[in-house]
């Protein structure tokens, strides 16, 4: 699916910046490409491939709608949103 600004194709899942979840791409598409859990605009997207490459071991085929932090090892700080 295309990004309608940023250069960037996105899989099935797309994550979050803002909110650190993960939902499916057509769930954002579907709101204009801002997040369907926290609103934030389309700048705070990421293709879930993006997060897969940062090593955390997350899985292929994440849970839509789930939290997976961008630094893991603060995530009860994370968690306090
Ligand atoms: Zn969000």
Redesign the pocket.
Known sequence: MEHPFLDTRFGEFAW?F??E?VHKTASWEAKDWE?P??G?SAL?VQPWEGVLSWGYGYPLRPEDGEYYPQYPGESAQAAGL
Do not use: E, P, T
Request: charged fraction near 20%; hydrophobic fraction near 20%; glycine fraction near 0%.
């Open positions: 979050c803002h909110c979840r997040c859990a926290c934030a705070d």
